[in-house]
């Protein structure tokens, strides 16, 4: 199939195009670079600098490329994602990720391309009542970061009702590791999640790290989470763009691995290797204690499963920071 992939140079995004050239697919990038890294498109992906906002130049990167074969599904990972920013920042947020989806359906109805694989995440589920989710789980995002990948998901809803069109919708849980070549992972300036922020305090790229909160209503007081590696979350879109596209169908899907790990059991688990600096302190503002996919409509519907374990996870990360020395 050919495949657009909007915000395919950033973490997510691209490692998923290592995952559709490898499975033979044609792949055609646009990415604004705001923060995705050109060097981490694949040599094999041809790559278009463009933003999803603007109308004109989406429009015309579509029509050339239609021209020489008609694309057969988008792909979206071109959102903003750091929770507290959008706190602080909610208009642009609601710009880029609901707005930038708001034309980049638009274009594909201009453009008649029938299939989208949207990139949510378990923020959509807000404080989960008992920390595990079913796509079934109530929806209330408790931060405009969730709020805007819901109205997303609801508005790819009303478009496709409207013009016919098939959609896979994956709400993501923790995504973290590396590619297995090591040339692509997340490299950011100020990193946030908790796996590479332990991994760098672990290499000594940081001082010191903090962990928000011991006294959680979880089995050793810290933060229970999901994890899952980035090419089992990108191979899963291989398999949901064949589902949608082959059978006209729309889902909804959680991607995790149905377990549950703590802060301190991510600090073990890098411990192995080397010693992690790290200090207790205040729990942070809207974290919930325990967030948990379920993952059996993945399996069932898709087939798919988590291949890497949370050691596989870390080993790659550290390999990847080694390497990469950030
Ligand atoms: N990283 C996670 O743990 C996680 C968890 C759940 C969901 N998600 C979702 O996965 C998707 C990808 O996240 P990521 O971690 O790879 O983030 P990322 O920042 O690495 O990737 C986003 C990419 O989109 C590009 N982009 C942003 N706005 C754009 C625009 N207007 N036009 C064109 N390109 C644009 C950026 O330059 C970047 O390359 C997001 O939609 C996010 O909501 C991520």
Known sequence: MKVCVVGGAGYIGSHTVYELIDAGHEVVVVDNLSTGLKDAVHKDALFYEGDITDFAALDKIIADENRKKPFDVVMHFAAKIVVPESVKNPSLYYYNNVEGVRTLLDVMVKHNIKNIIFSSTAAVYGKAKDGVCTEESETKPINPYGETKLASEKMIGWFAHAYGMNYCIFRYFNVAGAHKTLEI???????????????QTALGIREKMTVFGDDYDTFDGTCVRDYIHVSDIAYAHVLGMEHIANKNVSVIINLGSNQGFSVKNIISEVEKHYPVNHEYGARREGDPAKLIASNKRAKEILGWTPKRDLSEIILS???????HKK
Not at 317 to 323: G, N, P, S, V
Request: proline share 5%; hydrophobic share 40%; glycine share 4%.
């Open 185 to 199: 992972g997340l490299l950011r300036d100020h990193l946030t999640h908790i796996v590479p922020v332990t991994i």
């Open 317 to 323: 990360d550290l390999e990847f920071r080694k390497k």
